[in-house]
T-cell receptor
Framework: DADVTQTPRNRITKTGKRIMLECSQT?????MYWYRQDPGLGLRLIYY???????NKGEISDGYSVSRQAQAKFSLSLESAIPNQTALYFC??????????????FGPGTRLLVL | GESVGLHLPTLSVQEGDNSIINCAYS??????FIWYKQESGKGPQFIID?????DKRQGQRVTVLLNKTVKHLSLQIAATQPGDSAVYFC???????FGAGTTVTVRA
């Protein structure tokens, strides 16, 4: 089973709709992240959370909100979807290994299309 | 702020040849650097890391070189295989942005 899972994997919605993307992890990591990926722009950080009580805005948080329901769950919401939020969304966790390097582990992604 | 960048957005390599992917960084205080690989339809995946007190680190068919003098990082892939076709990223410490990466295409 995958360590970081995302649901749904694909979603089509209409402008103005509220949608939620969910992320679950079984790695036991405290830190979780949401990114979006657009062609030619790479991965950009939306929100991140270092533990259940900690939420931080990333580079492009406008139009998004998050909820950290538990250590294992981190949800991303689009309150009122707009077409330029069409993108591939990734959830990630991170952990400090024994060598002192913080490594991220990504989910499979959610492809979102806003019409 | 910190910036990381990849010198070339695309790289086409003949199967069996060696590949070199380059990355420049601006934050001299970085304690380590990581390379990630993203295959089509998947999320990025860790390849190899190097601590800032090292010049070179080798993995299986991959070598990362760090030149702190010119703030340059490179990933070398030996005997490139079709499975090496992917986008390669070298993000900074704070994971703010992975940048567009370098897309490597392996020619048969």
């Amino acid at each position: 089973d995958a360590d970081v899972t995302q649901t749904p994997r694909n979603r089509i919605t209409k402008t103005g709709k509220r949608i939620m993307l969910e992320c679950s992890q079984t790695k036991g990591h405290d830190r979780m992240y949401w990114y979006r990926q657009d062609p030619g722009l790479g991965l950009r950080l939306i929100y991140y959370s270092f533990d259940v009580k900690d939420i931080n805005k990333g580079e492009i948080s406008d139009g998004y909100s998050v909820s950290r329901q538990a250590q294992a769950k981190f949800s991303l919401s689009l309150e009122s979807a707009i077409p330029n939020q069409t993108a591939l969304y990734f959830c990630a966790t991170s952990d400090w290994g024994t060598a002192g390097v913080e490594t991220q582990y990504f989910g499979p992604g959610t492809r979102l299309l806003v019409l | 702020g910190e910036s990381v960048g990849l010198h070339l957005p695309t790289l086409s390599v003949q199967e069996g040849d060696n590949s070199i992917i380059n990355c420049a960084y601006s934050n001299s205080a970085s304690d380590y650097f990581i390379w990630y690989k993203q295959e089509s339809g998947k999320g990025p995946q860790f390849i190899i890391d190097i601590r800032s007190n090292m010049d070179k680190r080798q993995g299986q068919r991959v070598t990362v070189l760090l030149n702190k003098t010119v703030k340059h990082l490179s990933l070398q892939i030996a005997a490139t295989q079709p499975g090496d076709s992917a986008v390669y990223f070298c993000p900074g410490d704070y994971k703010l942005s992975f940048g567009a990466g370098t897309t490597v295409t392996v020619r048969a």
